[in-house]
């Protein structure tokens, strides 16, 4: 049986963008039984049923269902919710630039990428694409997976930028064009059209649109002196959907509603028809309420409940310790961190972090506290989005890392043991 770490490294391997992150966690839903379930069909849910469902190819929710639980101290719809997307660049329609030599793609910045770190990796191209179909509203659609590396961001020699190591202002327009090769005679825009038809099999002419991540190619890797360290791209937040998956297919679920509910579009607000900010989740959570005959008490159901947002945090700098709070400072493999914050862009309240506690003390798990320093504002999470939306008690955790948001990140390789422990624990409480 494969253990968490190399779980999550062949969802880091495998998931280069939402599309791809989305399949791999789908099938291990399928591999583990659980049935597949479409929003245009109508449902007939049975109890003990386990189901998926895939929402525009980057969003993807799985459920246990038990009927038959009373409101009590133990929540009977649980929520543990992570998103898909990465800081990345996606490329342009009609993306081909060719000039002195080479052609480019014209890409643009998705999220709060760290520019310097994309430039000189071997980079991949990953995502879905639009073909034109037999009538204008029902196009084909397929993922795209490049199996190589495709593309590179050249850095500026020293030698003609002096001044380079006191720090470069990179435009996100101009400096960030990956080189795809090296121009030819062929037609100036023809290349990657072409390029992307011969390995779909298609058309030139069949190709309507696409949504293409430019991705890191490079491998996850174990580091330190015991392999405590791992070091990848998409830590954030893939770390979250592993332990997700993994927590619902390991839980003994014996009453209420567990839900993995994996959402796109974190990365640049949530507020989208995949994103946390839709009314996607609480229509999916009446459905199915609905379908466990549940509908006098829906309302009371929902109120009742509890979502776990999972996100990764900041662990605190060896280099730039003052970066962090003064007396709230995770440690990459010192366990799963509790993200507060008064401003509430961390949905959490002292019920919830002392539910989670709880949990962690009780299944042997270590638990750390984060807190953004004063002058320092953080990130937020789809947590508070949602909840929002979705009123009842909510509680923000995931992993420490270090260097958040860089084209590889870094964290405690026996965190995501523990963070996939605690998933499980809510799950089965």
């Known amino acids: 049986m494969k253990g968490e770490t190399e779980i999550l490294c062949d969802?880091?391997?495998?998931?280069?963008?939402?599309?791809?992150?989305?399949?791999?966690?789908?099938?291990?839903l399928r591999e583990a039984g659980y049935q597949r379930l479409r929003y245009d069909q109508a449902w007939e849910l049975a109890e003990g049923g386990r189901y998926y469902l895939v929402h525009h190819d980057t969003t993807l929710f799985a459920f246990t269902v038990h009927a038959g639980w009373e409101n009590g101290a133990a929540p009977g719809v649980r929520i543990a919710a992570a998103h898909?997307?990465?800081?990345?660049?996606?490329?342009?329609?009609?993306?081909?630039?060719?000039?002195?030599?080479?052609?480019?793609?014209?890409?643009?910045?998705?999220g709060g990428a760290i520019l310097h770190t994309w430039l000189d990796r071997p980079l991949g191209i990953a995502g879905r694409v639009a073909l034109r179909g037999e009538t204008p509203f029902a196009p084909r659609i397929r993922t795209f997976a490049q199996e190589k590396s495709l593309l590179s961001i050249p850095n500026l020699a020293i030698h003609m930028n002096r001044e380079v190591n006191?720090?470069?202002?990179?435009?996100?327009?101009?400096?960030?064009?990956?080189?795809?090769?090296?121009?030819?005679?062929?037609?100036?825009?023809?290349?990657?059209?072409?390029?992307?038809?011969?390995?779909?099999?298609?058309?030139?002419?069949?190709?309507?649109?696409?949504?293409?991540?430019?991705?890191?190619?490079?491998?996850?890797?174990?580091?330190?002196?015991?392999?405590?360290?791992?070091?990848?791209?998409?830590?954030?937040?893939?770390?979250?959907?592993?332990?997700i998956v993994s927590g619902l297919l390991g839980a003994e679920c014996r009453e209420g509603l567990c839900v993995a509910a994996l959402f796109d579009h974190e990365e640049v607000g949530s507020r989208t028809k995949q994103g946390a900010g839709s009314l996607l989740l609480r229509e999916l959570l009446m459905r199915i309420l609905k379908g466990m005959g549940r509908e006098a008490t829906t309302e009371q159901d929902l109120y009742d409940g509890m979502l776990l947002s999972v996100d990764v945090a900041h662990g605190v700098h060896p280099n730039q310790s003052g970066k962090a709070?003064?007396?709230?400072?995770?440690?990459?493999?010192?366990?799963?961190?509790?993200?507060?914050?008064?401003?509430?862009?961390?949905?959490?309240?002292?019920?919830?972090?002392?539910?989670?506690?709880?949990?962690?003390?009780?299944?042997?798990?270590?638990?750390?506290?984060?807190?953004?320093?004063?002058?320092?504002?953080?990130?937020?999470t789809l947590g508070a989005i949602a909840s929002a939306l979705l009123p009842m008690r909510t509680v923000d955790i995931g992993v420490p890392l270090l260097a958040m948001h860089s084209a590889r990140e870094l964290m405690g390789t026996a965190d995501q043991e523990t963070l996939t422990g605690l998933v499980r624990a809510f799950f089965c409480g």
Do not use: W
């Open 11 to 28: 969802l880091l391997r495998r998931g280069t963008s939402p599309v791809q992150a989305v399949g791999v966690c789908a099938e291990r």
């Open 84 to 110: 898909t997307d990465f800081p990345c660049l996606r490329i342009k329609p009609s993306a081909e630039v060719s000039s002195n030599g080479y052609v480019q793609l014209n890409v643009e910045v998705y």
């Open 166 to 243: 006191k720090g470069v202002e990179l435009n996100r327009q101009t400096d960030m064009l990956p080189i795809l090769g090296l121009a030819g005679d062929g037609e100036e825009g023809d290349a990657f059209l072409s390029y992307l038809a011969g390995e779909l099999a298609v058309k030139k002419e069949d190709i309507l649109d696409y949504e293409l991540t430019v991705y890191c190619r490079e491998e996850p890797a174990f580091l330190g002196m015991d392999g405590e360290l791992l070091s990848s791209p998409r830590l954030d937040n893939l770390t979250s959907c592993a332990a």
């Open 325 to 380: 709070d003064p007396t709230n400072r995770p440690v990459l493999g010192g366990g799963v961190c509790i993200k507060e914050a008064s401003a509430q862009s961390y949905a959490t309240d002292c019920e919830a972090v002392a539910i989670v506690q709880q949990l962690c003390e009780t299944n042997g798990l270590a638990c750390q506290k984060y807190v953004n320093r004063s002058d320092v504002p953080g990130g937020g």
